[in-house]
């Protein structure tokens, strides 16, 4: 089978990729992605196939999508806080760019399409832990526009028959995510941070909660999805209902560093949550035999990933 993954050379498409590759049923897979914050060096040593191109674009996702039996649409502008500042580039990447892909999956003759919604849309429904059926309440506009990929996707299911599964990130990490940018997610810009001998910076008291899962755990189950041609017409959260606060990630790092890290703590960001814990009842269901890398082995593998790029080298 040929799998497409949208925004495949970013950080959860390249390692979602090379999962795919190492399944006897998947024979191709090509990445459509327009480099804005994927990279090729992300697709080194891999027999993944580039195209370079945005999901705003019909043509493209029509070459990509040639063939396919699969679409994982991963494609997207990532970060609340850079939503805030843009939140129409949020939109029209993240709800108008799923409405692209969804109808290149249909004209290229109903696809199976996986979609990566996100644990924000549960935004100021502080309930734990979090179950598909709550109250979606988000509270950011990148929140908003993840809650369409996941709206749409479902509707297309109803609507039009296509066979579609929306996940529910909650917080993944792990090998080749981004450091050192603005808009960095929390564990790359603590371990980029640790590494340089810097202080880490906290957004408020450190005592906020994540539900952080590995991207390693999180490409398994993705591609168990495509091979396995799982469909579900409501939301699934992708993640094991673990819970732990920032402050307790500075001490595991700690560990795995063999040294304390400074950190340095600052005024709460708008539009960040407190608290995110997935209940994986769902996720279960359809996964029974999923076994989810645990935090200290996955910060022990991101360290170690980090510590081999140049500009980590002692």
């Known amino acids: 089978m040929k799998v497409v993954i949208t925004g495949g050379a970013g950080f959860i498409g390249a390692n979602l990729g090379r999962e795919l590759l190492s399944r006897p049923e998947v024979d191709e897979v090509v990445a459509l992605d327009d480099l804005s914050t994927g990279s090729r060096a992300n697709l080194g040593g ?29 494609g997207a502008l990532p970060s609340v806080p850079r939503s805030v500042i843009d939140p129409i580039a949020s939109h029209h990447a993240n709800a108008t760019g799923t409405l692209e ?16 919604s996100s644990s924000s849309v549960y935004g100021a429904n502080r309930e734990l832990p979090k179950r598909e059926s709550m109250r979606t309440a988000p509270i950011s506009p990148y929140a908003v526009s993840k809650q369409a990929t996941e709206a749409y996707t479902l509707s297309f299911g109803h609507t039009y028959g296509l066979p579609t599964l929306a996940f529910r990130f909650f917080n993944v990490y792990g090998p080749l995510q981004a450091a050192g940018h603005a808009y960095a997610a929390v564990l790359p810009a603590f371990i980029d941070a640790a ?27 993705i591609a168990d999805a495509v091979v396995g041609r799982v469909s579900d017409l409501e939301a ?28 340095e703590h600052v005024e709460p960001r708008a539009g960040d949550v407190r ?12 996964f029974p035999d999923v076994s989810p890398v645990p935090l200290r082995e996955g910060l022990e593998a991101t360290v170690e990933w980090f510590r081999s790029l140049p500009e980590y080298a002692n």
């Open 46 to 74: 891999t027999d993944i196939r580039l195209i370079e191109g945005t999901i705003l674009d019909p043509a493209a996702l029509d070459e990509a999508c040639s063939g396919a039996s699969s679409i994982v649409h991963l």
């Open 275 to 286: 608290d995110s814990q997935a209940d994986n009842s769902r996720l279960r269901s359809h």
């Open 101 to 116: 892909v969804l109808q290149a999956a249909r004209r290229a003759g109903d696809l199976h399409v996986v979609s990566a």
């Open 195 to 221: 590494l340089r001998g810097v202080p880490l910076t906290i957004h408020g008291d450190g005592e906020q909660t994540r539900d952080f899962t590995y991207v390693g755990t999180v490409s398994r189950v």
């Open 236 to 263: 699934v959260n992708l993640a094991f209902g673990s819970r732990t606060s920032l402050n307790a990630v500075v001490d595991e790092l700690a560990d795995t560093l063999g040294g304390r890290p400074a950190v």
